[in-house]
């Protein structure tokens, strides 16, 4: 057999989530997808794998590199999404008769084939919200109002929106003095300041030959925090409306999402006690989104969570409780004699939707199964021996607080939610 | 551009989930992970992609069609994972630390390249729940009774749980007098008799050499419900215990279940309203699950709910709601001046969490925009007029009764509470 044995490897930039950094990571996939709900947005699924002239639009320059799928040689030249928008695009180009707005979350993995570094992986996880067929600012406020409420109820207390129309940078070169075409690159520089500074940019920008003024007139213009821009004003009037608090979003003229997608309203969301971090959660309007697929160009605005970085930051804030056990209570099981009554409380206390384990491990000991439950985190454990067999009770032991009580069988299940 | 124009398609075998669809199918994976996570299993999660070897075990005769996937020419062998097992028994060869025994869920895409056909797809969901590093028939009984809720929590009645152990059927070649090598033969034809009939598995028999007399003899052996099995008649011991009952499920010496794996227990689900459908939910003991990754050979038992079947299931049974709204609550929106108080109301209604849509299409006028609330399926309309703005009021219509009342904007939350 030895000669035989496959290490049990990933494959290289791929990651395992276990349970203990699974059940937060769901939680937190839950509480925003709770959200998305909220504001009436309903789940849509597609295919890991599409069409490979799909994803990369027909352009023999398309430059990601994607993952190539193949069943045997023959067949379909398939690969695996990069992103859920250009599905999107498909779902809405493919189904015409989808009612306008059409308001879709999706929540699923994609692929990239980028080198692996520390903390960023091959396949991940995007949750996105997009909103379809609007071409209002009121489909953009409502969109800023979803990241808005998400934070919130992620437990976040100190982030900031910082919202920017892409039309205003389109602009820039006219303001700031430099060559139109120029105008990408200085957007993507200007992505990097929350992660490396503004002296960082700076420099990028003078290594591609802008002058020291230019520099200086696009400091100037994007540190400003106020404009006369009618949508950008649109919206702040329907963020007041809706009662989201100025406190939580700005508008900022430098924010320029590199992506070259967006034609309108841009926004990313930074943690104001964890900046270097980046954007938490960004987006933005993309007019157009159907045009690769001939037919009429639909109106579209929408978000992406980024749910690693989300993740990592909600550990750094202690919002993270990494807990091995889903199950708040366990039933222990050291006498065979006792078992079935074991079974029995294990089924009802099920039944009154409390989450149970009962033990099977290879402890025999009441001592060597407490411990256990312990350190796994249950917050109550239920022991049951021969005596509470004859008397009709049960013992309870919290095990934050360690008292312990016996309880007639009538009353477990009060006696557990009391604790849990 | 027409010319450059690529048509919206899946590729072959793919299939879309559109929110009428996807709606009603996550509240049933919603359910089942609800009860998997009451017996407290929790969630791991696997990469779609593994290395190769992984899959395939470095069987060069391994014969699944598989997707194989590339980042450009060089790089790893990868492919994507056609189960969730064999990633299970990678993570638990991977991680000797995990605790023993170790239950965990996974819900999460597969893919196989089989040739397509009505209903059955190139990539499914597949909807696991496994109890790892646990000899005992325990954990068998577990596995039955998670069949048992989840089949309770998504609203079947009439189900049955037909539970066997391929121990027995090992024997089988003695006791019906066959050659022990068409064993496997055997019992992968006695797995097609739910949806083609006993008739067509003795045909079957008949054509590969069976006896007339085997054929009889394995009839009659296998359509006993008793036994003096000590395995099963342990399980049947704590299913009792466990207050499940015997309606739910009986012993069936005809049960195979295909799959080589198995050593132990096996056990299918059937509908009795649809038998022809198959088996919706099946599993069994698999000991020896690492034994391809060297190292101790862990003993595991597990079941995998088919989501398709079950969706087509309960669509036939009438127990899915199709809709395509998510949300309960529509605030209409056809006039200018009252949309502050229109989005004013969206957020406190979800602030009390309840799922609200703002209208934003196309129609101006109010009827326009209740008949589309009717169509979507909302229960109830709010109607913020400019006659409401000035009384601090709102319209609330119940769109099932047609009711309409006007109500002091204090009293919206309940008003509405009430009628969804």
Redesign the interface.
Known sequence: ??K?????????G??????DE??P??KMLDTIRAVF???????????????E??LT??DPDFKM????????ES??D?A?RFDLTVPL???M???PE????F??YQIG?V?R?ERPQAGRY??FVQCDAD?VG?K?M??DA?II?IIY?AMKDLGIKNFEIRINNRKILNNLYAIADFDKEKTNMVLRAMDKKDKQGWQKVEEELKNEGLSDKSISLIKEFTSKSETDDPELNEIA??L?????PRSAWKIDLSVARGLGYYTGTVFETILTDLPSIGSVCSGGRYDGL?????GDSLPATGTSFGIDRLYAALSELGLVNAT????KV?VLNFDEQS???C??V???L?NN??????Y???ETSLTGQLT?AVK?GFSAAVIIGADEVDKNTVQIKNLKTKEQNEISDSDVITEIYKII
């Open positions: 057999m030895t035989d044995t496959i290490k049990p490897a990933l494959a290289s791929f990651k395992d989530y276990l349970p699974m059940i990571r769901q709900e909220r504001f009436g947005y309903a789940p849509l699924d597609t295919p890991g794998l599409e069409k002239e799909i639009g027909g590199n994607i993952f190539k799928a193949r069943i045997n067949g379909e398939m695996l695009a498909r779902v180009a493919g189904n989808l009612k306008k707005p308001r879709r993995k692929w084939g091959r396949e909103i609007a209002s009121l489909a409502e109002a409420t009037s329907y007041d409306a809706m009662d989201i159907t045009a690769r697929f001939g091995a056990s889903i199950a366990i078992l079935p009554k079974l029995s294990s089924s009802s099920r939707n409390i989450s149970v384990e009962l099977q491990g290879s256990y796994k």
